[in-house]
């Protein structure tokens, strides 16, 4: 029981990590390495992380169910067991997101990265004119920007940590709702062959 729960943390895990890997990729190139205009950029963010949130509950569903059917009917797939396996699946994937994240900013370029983000909050400033806030907003963009670039670049660690801290979160949640659907009562009337 414990070695196939495991085998199936490590498996979906690993793909849902892959997969979310691809959304933390295209969210970062979006953002700060692509030359498009902010209202496109926008839009593209935002239909990218609704498809992939939508792909991450899916995922996660599935795999718990899986699992879940997977098991003995007799012992059954309790919603604290449901719960684990999600929170476990969540916790692997945010460490691959985080390796992930980190190998392709690296490749690209940490400079290049902070000054994609700081020309993207740039792109802002005659949004924050129209709200009459420009002058706050350069100023804090001006602050902003100082510390980012004189800021080292987060370690593999420093990038997992907050990977899986987002995941945690995000799959603990997700994990609550989707632990009561996959769950399993025992059956104790089935006779052993």
Same mark, same amino acid.
């Given at each position: 029981?414990?070695?196939?729960?495991?085998?199936?943390?490590?498996? =979906?895990?690993?793909? #849902? /990590?892959?997969?979310m890997?691809?959304?933390? $990729?295209?969210?970062?190139? +979006?953002m700060?390495?692509?030359? #498009?205009? *902010? =209202?496109?950029?926008?839009?593209?963010?935002?239909?990218?992380? $609704?498809?992939?949130?939508?792909?991450? +509950?899916?995922?996660?569903?599935?795999? @718990?169910?899986?699992?879940?059917?997977?098991?003995?009917?007799?012992?059954?797939?309790?919603?604290?067991?449901?719960?684990?396996?999600?929170?476990?699946?969540? *916790?692997?994937?945010?460490?691959?997101?985080?390796?992930?994240?980190?190998? %392709? $900013?690296?490749?690209?370029?940490?400079?290049? &990265? *902070?000054?994609?983000?700081?020309?993207?909050?740039?792109?802002?400033?005659? !949004?924050?004119?129209?709200?009459?806030?420009?002058?706050? &907003?350069?100023?804090m #963009?001006?602050?902003?920007?100082?510390?980012?670039?004189?800021?080292?670049?987060?370690? +593999?660690?420093?990038?997992?940590?907050?990977?899986?801290?987002? !995941?945690?979160? /995000?799959?603990? %949640?997700?994990? #609550?709702i989707?632990? @009561?659907?996959?769950?399993?009562?025992?059956? $104790? %009337?089935?006779?052993?062959?």
């Amino acid at each position: 029981m414990n070695r196939g729960f495991w085998t199936d943390v490590l498996r =979906s895990g690993a793909m #849902l /990590g892959v997969v979310m890997s691809l959304s933390s $990729i295209v969210e970062r190139y +979006i953002m700060a390495y692509s030359d #498009l205009s *902010i =209202s496109t950029m926008s839009l593209l963010y935002f239909v990218e992380w $609704i498809a992939f949130i939508a792909l991450f +509950i899916w995922m996660l569903y599935r795999s @718990a169910r899986r699992r879940a059917e997977g098991c003995d009917p007799r012992q059954g797939f309790g919603y604290a067991q449901a719960l684990s396996y999600v929170l476990m699946v969540s *916790i692997l994937t945010g460490v691959v997101v985080g390796v992930v994240t980190t190998i %392709f $900013i690296s490749a690209m370029g940490y400079e290049a &990265y *902070i000054d994609g983000m700081v020309a993207r909050m740039g792109e802002m400033t005659p !949004y924050m004119a129209s709200m009459d806030m420009e002058k706050e &907003y350069v100023e804090m #963009l001006g602050h902003t920007a100082k510390e980012l670039r004189g800021a080292e670049q987060p370690t +593999i660690l420093d990038n997992v940590l907050a990977s899986v801290n987002n !995941y945690i979160i /995000g799959g603990g %949640f997700v994990g #609550l709702i989707i632990a @009561a659907f996959v769950r399993r009562e025992p059956n $104790i %009337f089935i006779q052993e062959d």
